[in-house]
């Protein structure tokens, strides 16, 4: 469901709650309130500098950090704090991170050094397992390029755009494809020749060849 606006202290914010979440919130006081996580006493604040004793600001973007310093730090009966980018005459309000506690981030960022790890290492298993000729290089700009992509590069979501990523990577770097015209209708020959040099190329790297 589309996040809809709340009107908190006669300023607009866009948070991630839906409709049905606005419509059945009751603060226990004017900053706080229920999250559709079932995080309670989430604090709104507009200012990253200004956060409680003991918080540090963790920026959004990374999904498994952020996820799981929210969860640990209402299971440890505290509060998390989502620090919003103010309205602006061009831009709307924006969620911009979270302050939490400084041990939670603590343990979470090692936490997640040890899973991304792991990602690390199933995908390299993977890449030395299904396509045992490719050149190292490209092993490294390919995992290189899939760790860029996802926080988990041995997950599912990774592992099942593997193809889609390699695929992109034989077209952009060993066939003419960008300097093609793709609006001519002359150029279909020069794209079939394209996608039959990605085909053989990925049939070398397996070693069917």
């Known amino acids: 469901m ?15 709650a839906t409709s049905e979440e606005i419509r059945n919130f009751k603060p226990t006081n004017s900053n706080f309130y229920t999250n559709r996580l079932g995080e309670s006493l989430m604090q709104i604040t507009f200012n990253r500098d200004s956060r409680p004793p003991g918080y540090v600001f963790v920026p959004a973007g990374n999904v ?17 704090e989502a620090v919003y980018r103010g309205k602006s005459q061009k831009k709307l309000a924006k969620q911009v991170g979270i302050h939490v506690p400084e041990d939670v981030f603590e ?20 890449l030395h397992k299904n396509y045992p000729k490719m050149p190292l290089v490209d092993k490294n700009e390919i995992h290189h390029a899939v760790s860029s992509r996802y926080s988990n590069p041995g997950g599912k979501s990774a592992l099942n755009e593997l193809y889609v990523t390699i695929d992109s990577y034989i077209r952009d770097r060993y066939t003419a494809y960008k300097l093609l015209n793709i609006h001519k209708a002359q150029d279909t020959d020069a794209f079939s020749e394209v996608r039959q040099k990605i085909r053989k190329t990925i049939a070398l790297w397996r070693g069917e060849n």
Not at 2 to 16: F, K, N, R
Not at 64 to 80: A, D, F, P, Q
Not at 107 to 126: C, I, N, P, Y
């Open 2 to 16: 589309a996040s809809a606006p709340i009107v908190m202290l006669g300023m607009t914010i866009h948070t991630d």
């Open 107 to 126: 343990q979470v960022a090692s936490d997640f050094e040890t899973f991304e790890t792991r990602g690390s290492e199933k995908l390299w298993r993977r």
């Open 64 to 80: 498994y950090i952020t996820r799981h310093c929210r969860r640990l730090t209402n299971e440890s009966g505290r509060s998390v």
